[in-house]
């Protein structure tokens, strides 16, 4: 039996590993499908991460973090997480290798995937030109033209990386001004490359047998259509949260969600279910960022301690 099983091994699964297992627990499991540092691993450049003043990328960022947790006892399981149930205060997880793990609080940090923008064609052609990841695709498209679809600041971000690779790269955005922070469009702004066009619905991502090549815009104004030859698509227009494991035999969820099926937690990051927390990207109201939840996972680790006396 686990004291606290952790589901999820980005920044808030990791800091809620570090804090309960330096606090004093000591049987503290985290289950991380893939290599521990979560999404922001496919990041090509940090520069708001408190302390941090060189420009680093999401791998540099969380090299230390898994061995820094490991030092206090932290235990790593590579595993999926599918299904966890509660039942006489007991959590049992259902492992992806079937495997059943009972525990007595979990943390459920399993952040967030990009979200598809629904175009004809996208399914299609993911990875065959389309992507949502310009740090590990952006090289396939060296000296070649390219579109990003999306304004928030992922977008701009990575079609600022996109720039310095390619040749040309078009920033297509369906309001009249991005949602991104004026620091990053100042940035963007700087780069001749980048190919701004604002008030445009992408219609269609065309292709043939060898992939991607091209993308069809039109123009919310005018209605007039237009063909951007590119060879590939890179979309970010959010993202959504990763609660399957929540989801229980009959439909139900394990606790309250929101209707976007964010989890609702309070100040403590405690959900509707007594020694179950949820921290990052899946909660409600999450700013989406490295630090913050960073910062919800210690909070639901000293959190755990304190409902585990
Ligand atoms: C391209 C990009 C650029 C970004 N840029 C910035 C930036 O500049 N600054 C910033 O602060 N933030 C940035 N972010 C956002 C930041 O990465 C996230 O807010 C942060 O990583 C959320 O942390 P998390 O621990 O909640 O979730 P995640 O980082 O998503 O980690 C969740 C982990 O859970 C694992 N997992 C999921 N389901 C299961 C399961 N069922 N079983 C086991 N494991 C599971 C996943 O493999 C993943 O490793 C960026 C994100 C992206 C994608």
């Known amino acids: 039996m686990l004291d606290f099983a952790i589901i999820g091994g980005g920044p808030a699964g990791l800091t809620a590993g570090l804090y309960s297992t330096r606090g004093g627990l000591q049987n503290v499991t985290m289950f991380e499908k893939g290599l ?11 520069e708001n991460y408190p302390g941090q003043i060189e420009v680093v990328t999401g791998l540099e960022l969380m090299d230390k973090w898994p061995e820094q947790c490991k030092r206090f006892g932290l235990k790593h399981d590579m595993n999926e997480v599918l299904q966890v149930t509660k039942s006489n205060d007991v959590f049992t997880l259902t492992l992806g290798n079937h495997e059943k793990v009972e525990a007595k609080s979990v943390l459920i940090a399993t952040g967030s995937v990009p979200k598809p923008a629904n175009i004809k064609g ?3 052609f993911f990875g065959k030109g389309v992507s949502t990841c310009a740090t590990c695709d952006g090289f396939f498209y060296k000296g070649k033209d390219v579109a990003v679809i999306g304004g928030g600041d992922t977008a701009v971000e990575e079609a600022i990386f996109l720039a310095n690779i390619c040749k040309t790269v078009y920033i297509i955005h369906r ?3 991005f949602r991104a922070s004026p620091h990053e469009v100042e940035k963007m702004n700087k780069h ?3 190919i701004q066009i604002l008030e445009n619905n992408t219609n269609e991502i065309i292709g043939d047998t060898t992939g991607v090549t091209g993308l069809i815009i039109e123009d919310k104004k005018t209605n007039e259509q237009k063909t951007l030859d590119v060879l590939g698509v890179f979309v970010f227009v959010g993202r959504d949260v990763l609660n399957a494991p929540l989801k229980q035999d009959d439909g139900s969820f394990l606790c309250d969600m929101n209707e976007s099926g964010e989890v609702i937690v309070n100040l403590n990051m405690n959900t509707s279910v007594k020694g179950l927390f949820a921290a990052g990207d899946i909660r409600i109201d999450a700013p989406k960022q490295v630090v913050c939840a960073s910062g919800d996972g210690a909070i ?3 959190q755990a301690i304190s409902y585990l006396q």
Do not use: L
């Open 175 to 177: 309001r009249d001004k």
């Open 192 to 194: 001749k490359n980048i």
């Open 36 to 46: 521990p540092g979560g999404q922001i691993t496919q990041s090509s450049e940090i």
């Open 122 to 124: 996208e399914a299609e």
């Open 300 to 302: 639901a680790g000293i």
